[in-house]
């Protein structure tokens, strides 16, 4: 019971955050502001996380009540198509989130600067296709799950049927080189953008005097909440890889490594919300006006 309370606390806030971020910037939107990629890629990120949370917690729910709400096949089928699909999309879209902010912010002199300007117009197409493989590496499950009958399992209704070997090594071989592309794209983007913010930082070194601290830029503000973006999400994922390598090598189900999984799992989409909502300073700037807290010059980001 306190185990399920704890992970339903954690699902709401994660959902209030994520929820948080789409009307926002919806709302500039609607003023006529027209959004950044990034700012796309940002709502698609979290639409993805709201959806994750949502699924496992209506599990997680149903569980603590004893209704097991996922009882048939067809229940069982597509609430795992979905929790595969939602994790697989948020290491894409954050993959995505880095590599655009990584050309936004490349200088003229680079070989990526040529891309800067297609990025617009192919943010939203890419997001598009990226549903394509994440869907079809899935599709597996929709054949395999299946849910016990007169079960009295009260953590878990599903069960996992056999398929050929080869078809299923090709499944796993498909989302590790999903993963490790995606994990492999992330750490060269963030390097360059290190690079390049070191770089900057260097050259403002000689225009201002040593006691006057420059005034950091919108680009590098939004490279700074990135790079902490992508650090925690490497950071859960390779939490969840060393605690499923653990569960998959006992001998016995452990319950505290199961517990400690499970958190790991939905813990990027629950803080992941709470990094740009207090280091973006336009998200700052309007709940400090919008909630009169204080003064929006008052406002200070990450």
Known sequence: MARGVCFL???????????????????????????????????????????????????????????HLVQSDVECKWFSYLCRITRGLSICTTCLLSMAQAITLSPTNSYLFNLKVQVPNITLPVLGIMWIPNMLISTNLLFQMAAYQNSTNTDNNCYLVPINTLLQGLILTSMALRDILSLGLMSCSSGYMVLLLHRHSHEVQHLHSPHQAPEASPERRATQTILLLVSGFVVFYCGDFVLSLLLGTSMKNNAALLNASMFVVSGYATASPFVLLTCDTKVIRFLGDFLGIMPSNHLRPC
């Open 9 to 67: 606390s954690q699902t709401g806030v994660g959902i209030i955050g994520n929820s948080l971020l789409i009307p926002f910037y919806l709302f500039s939107l609607f003023l006529g502001s027209k959004l950044k990629p990034t700012e796309l890629i940002i709502i698609h990120l979290s639409l993805v996380h709201i959806v994750m949370l949502l699924t496992r917690g209506i599990i997680i729910a149903g569980d603590m009540i004893r209704l």
